[in-house]
T-cell receptor, first 110, second 115 residues
Framework: RKEVEQDPGPFNVPEGATVAFNCTYSNSASQSFFWYRQDCRKEPKLLMSVYSSGNEDGRFTAQLNRASQYISLLIRDSKLSDSATYLCVVNMEAGTALIFGKGTTLSVSS | DTGVSQNPRHKITKRGQNVTFRCDPISEHNRLYWYRQTLGQGPEFLTYFQNEAQLEKSRLLSDRFSAERPKGSFSTLEIQRTEQGDSAMYLC?????????????FGQGTRLTVV
């Protein structure tokens, strides 16, 4: 079983749609959780951290369920510029290796 | 430019040759990571350093791979006797761990093609 598993995608949605990505992780001792965004042929960049209480950044909402070892990312009112691959990332301990999922590709069309 | 810098950006090499990549992290970031990414996959962890100490190596890092960070600043990743399966994007990232941040900042990567 892979340490971090994500929806396979791709997700093809129209502008303005709401889309949700799911992710599960296998190691219950994982401590930190993130969503990274990677544009085609570019490096990954941090989108947002994920906290147990849930957190929101504009149109983006992240949720963490430690009991189910489940992480989600909700994007509301999708924009063309949201088209990218979204990587679910977990971390056992601050400063140690980030473990990435395979990523889910989102394509937003007009 | 104060971001993570990687050189070269592209490398084409013949099977069996040795290659070396360089990563210059963001100044004062004491954690430096190497990852490998192939098409359709997320980055796979290879190894990381805190200052000059190599703290963890993935089992993906075979004995043909070696990484160094001799002065705790830039790092090199060497692949000896390259194989076609080594073709990938090699990403370097750095993190200001001692300031409590876990965010990793990635360089643009070195794309290796083994022919």
């Amino acid at each position: 079983r892979k340490e971090v598993e994500q929806d396979p995608g791709p997700f093809n949605v129209p502008e303005g749609a709401t889309v949700a990505f799911n992710c599960t992780y296998s190691n219950s001792a994982s401590q930190s959780f993130f969503w990274y965004r990677q544009d085609c042929r570019k490096e990954p960049k941090l989108l947002m951290s994920v906290y147990s209480s849930g957190n929101e950044d504009g149109r983006f909402t992240a949720q963490l369920n430690r009991a189910s070892q489940y992480i989600s990312l909700l994007i509301r009112d999708s924009k063309l510029s949201d088209s990218a691959t979204y990587l679910c990332v977990v971390n056992m301990e601050a400063g140690t290796a980030l473990i990435f999922g395979k990523g889910t590709t989102l394509s937003v069309s007009s | 430019d104060t971001g993570v810098s990687q050189n070269p950006r592209h490398k084409i090499t013949k099977r069996g040759q040795n290659v070396t990549f360089r990563c210059d992290p963001i100044s004062e970031h004491n954690r430096l990571y190497w990852y490998r990414q192939t098409l359709g996959q997320g980055p796979e962890f290879l190894t990381y350093f805190q200052n000059e100490a190599q703290l963890e190596k993935s089992r993906l890092l075979s004995d043909r791979f070696s990484a160094e960070r001799p002065k705790g600043s830039f790092s090199t990743l060497e692949i000896q006797r390259t194989e076609q399966g080594d073709s990938a994007m090699y990403l370097c990232a750095s993190s200001p761990w001692d300031r409590g941040s876990t965010e990793a900042f990635f360089g643009q990567g070195t794309r290796l093609t083994v022919v």
